[in-house]
C-alpha cells in the first residue's frame, strides 16, 4: 500500500541527516521533494501545496531536541499534517433507524458489489439482522453476484429480477426489511462505465424515495485524482455521507486517500483490499498516515488479529504448545485464522519498519498453499503425530502433494524448530519474570 509514496518521501527525510536545526535552507529542499512525492502520487496539486506550505510553516525554526535527528522531528510534524488532512479523526457510519438504511453509490467497477457484501458481513458480527439489496438493474450477472456474496456471509439478498424499476425495488425492500425484522438495510445500485444524467437522476430518485441514513460513494483508489473528481460530482448531486476506497491492495499511489477529504470535504469512512469478505477496515487518518510514512499500523493488525482469532481455540493451541503437543492439526488451524486476516502483504505492511525491507518483494496469498498441501497428504495419524513421519512416509507425502521430497523435509525441520521456540517462550512464563529470563538469555 502506498509503496512508491512511502519510498519518496523517506528519501525526501535523509536530506536533513546531519544537521542539527532545521533550518530555512534546509527545510525548503526537503518540503520541494515531499511535495515533488506527493504530486508524482497523484494528490491534487492545490492540495499538495498547502499541506506542505504547512510542513515548512510548523518545521522552520524548530529546534532538535537532544537525541532527535531533524529527520525525525520532520517525521513527526509531516504524520501530524497527512493526519489533519486525511480527517483527523475516524468517522463511524450512521447505523441508526428501523431499519438502518445504508445507500452504496459509486461508478460501475469501482468495487461497489462486493463492498456491499462486505459491509452486510462487517454489521452482521455486531449481532445485527442485515439485508442485501439488488438493485443494480442494467448490469449483467449484477444480480447473481450479490446472491452469491449474500451466501458466502449468511446474509439474506432481496431481488427482483424482472422488475426495472430500481425506486420500486427499494421500497419494495424496505418493507420486506421490516416485515422480517431486519435492522439495517444496504442497497447496492447500479453503476455506469462514466458519469451521465440518467444515471444521477436514478440514484438520486432512490435516495430521495427510501431516506437513507447513510450514503455511502464507492472509488477505485487505484484511479487517483479522477477518483476525487467523480466523487465531486456525485456529492453535488447526492450530498453523501462519506466515501469509501477499494482496492488499496493494487498499485494505489495514495492521491485519492490524500486528496479526497480536502477536496470533497466528506470523511473516509472506510477501506477495502482485496476479494476476501473479511478485507475491509474503518478509516483511521493518523493509523494512515503512519503507514504512508513507513511506520507501521501495529494497533489495526492487533485489531485484525483479534476479529480473527478464535480465543476457545487460541486457548486449546496454547494448552498442545505447553504440553508440548502442538502438531500439524493445530498448525493449519492456525494458518487458516491468518489467511481470515486479509491481504499477507498488506498485513506484513502493517508491522513498523518491515514494509521498506519488503518493498521489493512480492509475497503471493498462495503462499501458503504448498504447505497445506502437504499437511493434507498427511495421514490423521502423522499430523496428530508428526515426529512418526520417517523418510518413506516423506516421499509418499511429497508425491501426493505434488512437492518435492526437499519441500516436504524443509517444512518438517522449520515445524520441528517452530516447537521448540514456542515450547520455550511457553516455559518462560509471563509478566516480569519473561522479561528477566529474556534479558538473561543472551547472557
Known amino acids: 500500500m502506498f509503496e512508491n509514496l ?15 536545526r532545521i533550518s530555512d535552507i534546509n ?30 510553516d510548523e518545521a522552520l525554526g524548530k529546534e532538535v531536541l537532544i537525541s532527535v535527528q531533524p529527520g525525525q522531528l520532520l517525521v513527526k510534524i509531516v504524520h501530524e499534517e497527512l493526519t489533519k488532512l486525511m480527517g483527523e479523526t ?18 460501475q467497477g469501482s468495487g461497489k458489489t462486493t463492498f456491499s457484501g462486505k459491509l452486510a458481513n462487517y454489521l452482521k458480527k455486531t449481532g445485527r439482522n442485515v439485508l442485501l439489496v439488488a438493485c443494480d438493474i442494467y448490469r449483467p450477472a449484477a444480480i447473481d453476484q450479490l446472491k452469491v456474496l449474500g451466501e458466502q456471509v449468511g446474509v439474506e439478498v432481496y431481488a427482483e429480477p424482472e422488475n426495472k424499476n430500481a425506486v420500486q ?51 477505485d483508489s487505484m484511479t487517483g485524482q479522477d477518483a476525487v473528481n467523480t466523487a465531486k460530482t456525485f456529492n453535488e448531486r447526492l450530498n453523501f455521507d462519506g466515501v469509501v476506497l477499494t482496492k488499496l491492495d493494487g498499485d ?23 476479494e476476501k ?65 486479509g491481504n499477507i502483504k498488506d498485513l506484513v505492511s502493517m508491522i513498523p519498519g518491515v514494509s521498506k525491507m519488503m518493498k521489493d ?28 513421519i520417517d523418510g518413506s512416509r516423506r516421499r509418499r507425502i511429497a508425491a501426493g502433494s505434488g512437492t518435492s521430497i526437499q519441500q516436504v523435509n524443509n517444512l518438517m525441520k522449520q515445524f520441528g524448530d517452530m516447537r521448540k521456540m514456542m515450547r520455550s517462550m511457553s516455559q518462560m512464563g509471563s509478566g516480569k519474570d519473561a522479561l528477566r529470563k529474556m534479558k538473561n538469555m543472551g547472557k
Open 6 to 20: 512511502s519510498s519518496k518521501l523517506d528519501k525526501a527525510f535523509k536530506t536533513l541527516k546531519g544537521q542539527g
Open 27 to 56: 527545510v525548503a529542499a526537503t518540503v520541494k521533494e515531499i511535495r515533488k512525492a506527493l504530486v508524482d502520487a497523484d494528490v491534487n496539486y492545490k492540495v499538495a501545496k498547502t499541506v506542505t506550505d504547512k510542513i515548512r
Open 90 to 107: 475516524k468517522q463511524d457510519i450512521n447505523i441508526k433507524g428501523d431499519p438502518a438504511i445504508i445507500l452504496i453509490a459509486g461508478l
Open 169 to 219: 425495488i427499494a421500497k419494495n425492500a424496505i418493507q420486506h426489511a421490516k416485515n422480517t425484522n431486519k435492522k439495517i438495510v444496504i442497497v447496492d445500485t447500479a453503476g455506469r462505465l462514466a458519469i451521465d444524467e440518467q444515471m444521477m437522476r436514478e440514484i438520486a430518485e432512490v435516495k430521495k424515495a427510501i431516506a437513507p441514513t447513510e450514503t455511502l460513494f464507492v472509488v
Open 252 to 274: 494505489s499511489r495514495g492521491g485519492a486517500a490524500l486528496s479526497i477529504r480536502s477536496v470533497v470535504e466528506k470523511p473516509i469512512k472506510f477501506i477495502s483490499t482485496g
Open 277 to 341: 469478505m473479511e478485507a475491509i477496515d474503518l478509516f483511521y487518518p493518523d493509523r494512515m498516515a503512519s503507514r504512508i510514512l513507513g511506520m507501521g499500523d501495529v494497533i489495526s493488525l492487533v485489531e485484525k488479529a483479534q476479529q480473527a482469532f478464535d480465543e476457545d481455540e487460541a486457548r486449546r493451541i496454547n494448552q498442545q504448545i505447553r504440553k508440548n503437543q502442538f502438531n500439524f492439526d493445530d498448525f493449519i488451524s492456525q494458518l487458516e485464522q491468518i489467511k481470515k486476516m
Open 361 to 388: 518483494v512480492e509475497i503471493d496469498d498462495d503462499a501458503f498453499k504448498p504447505i497445506e498441501a502437504i499437511i493434507r497428504s498427511m495421514t490423521k495419524k502423522e499430523r496428530a503425530n508428526p515426529d512418526m
